[in-house]
Antibody
């Protein structure tokens, strides 16, 4: 069965970086993409970007493109999302989701809480 | 900046039918926006219900259906169950960028 298992909660200082992992199993990793979505406390969902696990192509949300990098490691079927220059409004639960290209989602990870403190 | 608009809240009686909509600030929503619909319950990760306007996943209950209606994407729940009480989000594709709607809180009462 398809599974996406994310790394644990993190607490970071303002200005630091965080790298969240999303380890996949149950399917051929490079046949799909991985999208990243975040949700601030009590707020809605925000699309952050997408990476093709086949060729590494990325699309990022314009507001984050200067601070975010998405990568994959095909040897471990793991996707990563790194966010730099953390601010208090980056405090959120970060989700990975499998997608067909960047357009059709199916399975989701359990989420990773990132807390940014000053 | 593109804005995707959903009803903030809706209430439906058990066994009833309700339609949630998803509008784009750029104009009519089409199949080219590949509308996706998600259900999220408190403390849980979102669950994908509908993709590409109307396609269902194997886990999507038959009472959920997606369509295009009056220039918007729509999610219809027919024969609503108490467990359908949740937040529902739509997601639209804009050629390399995707935008979520603000969500609809569905109350089953």
């Amino acid at each position: 069965q398809v599974q996406l298992v994310q790394s644990g909660a993190e607490v970071k200082k303002s200005g630091a970086s965080v790298k969240v992992s999303c380890k996949t199993s149950g399917y051929t990793f490079n046949s799909k993409g991985i999208s990243w979505v975040r949700q601030a406390p009590g707020q809605g969902l925000e699309w952050m970007g997408w990476i093709s696990a086949d060729n590494g192509h990325t699309d990022y949300a314009q507001k984050l493109q200067d601070r975010v990098t998405m990568t994959t490691d095909t040897s471990t079927s793991t996707a990563y999302m790194e966010l730099r220059g953390l601010r208090s409004d980056d405090t959120a639960v970060y989700y990975c989701a499998r997608s067909q290209g960047d357009i059709n989602f199916d399975y989701w990870g359990q989420g990773s809480l990132v807390t940014v403190s000053s | 900046q593109t804005v995707v608009t959903q009803e903030p809240s809706l209430t439906v009686s058990p066994g009833g039918t309700v339609t949630l909509t998803c509008a784009s600030s750029t104009g009519a929503v089409t199949s080219g926006h590949f509308p996706n619909w998600f259900q999220q319950k408190p403390g849980q990760a979102p669950r994908t219900l509908i993709y590409s306007t109307s396609d269902k996943h194997s886990w999507t209950p038959a009472r959920f259906s997606g369509s295009l209606l009056g220039g918007k994407a729509a999610l219809t729940l027919s024969g609503v169950q108490p467990e359908d009480e949740a937040e529902y989000y739509c997601l639209l594709y804009y050629g390399g960028t995707l935008v979520f709607g603000g969500g609809t809180k569905l109350t089953v009462l």
